[in-house]
């Protein structure tokens, strides 16, 4: 059986070759987006379950929630780029930066929209996860949209020329 998957040399040369620096950015920041939100999902979960070494954070008794850090984040790629040059702001840890920043904010929207602590309110929190999720899903799918195609025809291109290569075994296989 052949395997269908593509090399990491054909995916990183196709993620080079497909997408232009602004493309690199964008598809960066969406994955960074959706890795740090389920993370934080998985990670909030475990701290409420009790689960695993982590806990809330507090300073003076004070929780500090995650999007202070999502503030953080996005104050510093807003320097890169009102004062970095090209090369700093196409820069991978930038996009990084920000879709991860974008996600520590995104994920306490609730409370920064009711200015209460109603993080774990049933209320409308389930319809975020999952439409965060979805959007999140759906913009890293078409953020890497070409750097898919050509791994699609990568892969066509190499069963075609499997099959070519079988043809004239079975050609003489006839003809005697």
Do not use: C
């Amino acid at each position: 059986m052949t395997n269908l998957l593509p090399s990491p040399s054909a995916v990183r040369r196709a993620y080079h070759e497909e997408l232009g620096p602004g493309q690199r950015s964008a598809l960066l920041s969406w994955l960074a987006f959706t890795g740090t939100f389920a993370g934080l999902r998985a990670l909030t979960y475990s701290i409420r379950e009790g689960r695993g070494p982590f806990r809330n954070l507090s300073v003076g008794g004070a929780h500090l929630h995650h999007y202070m850090w999502g503030i953080g984040l996005l104050s510093a790629v807003g320097q890169v780029a009102v004062r970095g040059d090209e090369r700093h702001r196409r820069h991978p840890a930038v996009a990084v930066s920000y879709g991860s920043g974008l996600a520590l904010i995104v994920d306490e929207f609730a409370l920064l929209l009711d200015l209460k602590d109603v993080y774990w309110a049933k209320q409308g929190r389930i319809s975020i996860d999952i439409g965060i999720g979805g959007i999140a899903t759906t913009g890293a799918y078409f953020a890497a949209l070409p750097v898919l195609r050509r791994l699609r025809r990568d892969l066509q291109d190499k069963a075609d020329s499997r099959d070519k290569a079988d043809l004239p075994d079975k050609a003489a296989d006839h003809s005697a």
